[in-house]
């Protein structure tokens, strides 16, 4: 396997992943998460396929494709681990959808950082609600879903808070 | 389309074009250029689909991901549009596959960019060679072949040098 091929299968699993917890998540009304813009692309497409919910997007630093730049009042601008925090007291136990993607090239250092943020991310999802992510969670009391169909094992993992 | 849907597009092209490319001439025995290392994805999978074929990398300058930075004797450092007339007066009309992916955001600019370099990549193919590429090129006699199986229409491009 190639490094496109790991990429393309990164990808492709993602797309599958917010589609399917898009659809599973439709009826809710709470907001919907993006942790990490980087070039905006997964941005764009929860924009495209939850057009009308509510997308709030967490971001250390804007540098995004102007193309799928969030507006001002839909970004939370700063480090996750104070952001997260923060947006649990305004917004409460309400989100529909979580989507993370915020690690980079060093496989150990992103398993440190998911770790780190899964007691801040695990309050924040409603019942029903669903999380998405391309690192592999350490949750405490959400229930691990099987990859959805179009998605590769390991590539992208899916979580929903049961009760 | 999200620009997601249209990212995947691409990189699904990409692969497939070179597999197809890589199969077409892999009886050929002169040298692979790969035009535009970036991060260094397409590189490594050129590398694995053509072990054994000397791949040189064209690059105005070197930010790959370690994993896939190509030998420093296989390394053209500069930009295209001199280095390839050098290459040229190095190799002769000897390249078995050419591949450039040069392009950024700005399609318009893409675009007189691959008009500029067309004329530069033309001559520097072998009979039989192919030419693979993210943007149409301009060729006066080199033939577009149809999409391979796999590949989305007008995200890449193959060309052949007939005689
Ligand atoms: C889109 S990236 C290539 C991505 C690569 N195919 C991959 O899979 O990672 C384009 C690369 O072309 C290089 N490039 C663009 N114009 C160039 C020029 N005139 N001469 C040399 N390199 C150039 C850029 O530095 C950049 O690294
Ligand atoms: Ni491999
Ligand atoms: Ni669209």
Chains 1, 2 share one sequence.
């Not at 496109?4 to 990808?11: T, Y």
């Not at 057009?51 to 839909?74: L, W």
């Not at 305004?90 to 980079?104: E, N, P, Q, V, Y």
């Not at 090239?105 to 019942?127: G, T």
Request: charged letters at 25%; hydrophobic letters at 35%; aromatic letters at 8%.
């Amino acid at each position: 396997m190639s490094r496109l091929d790991v990429f393309i299968n990164r990808m492709v699993s993602q797309r599958a992943c917010l589609n399917y917890a898009a659809e599973q998540t439709g009826d809710m009304d709470g907001p919907v998460f993006e942790l990490g813009l980087g070039n905006g692309r997964t941005f764009d497409h929860m924009r495209e396929i939850m057009s009308g919910r509510p997308i709030y997007v967490f971001e250390r630093k804007v540098e995004s494709n102007p193309a799928s730049t969030p507006e001002p009042e839909m970004t939370i601008l700063g480090d996750v681990r104070e952001t997260l925090p923060a947006a649990l007291e305004r917004f409460g136990a309400t989100a529909s959808l979580i989507h993370a993607d915020l690690g980079g090239h060093n496989l150990e250092k992103n398993d440190r950082f998911a770790r780190e943020i899964s007691p801040l991310i695990e309050p924040m999802l409603a019942v029903g609600g669903l999380m998405v992510s391309s690192d592999r969670m350490y949750f405490d009391t959400l229930t691990e879903l099987p990859t959805p169909p179009g998605a590769v094992e390991g590539r992208c993992f899916v979580y929903r808070k049961d009760k």
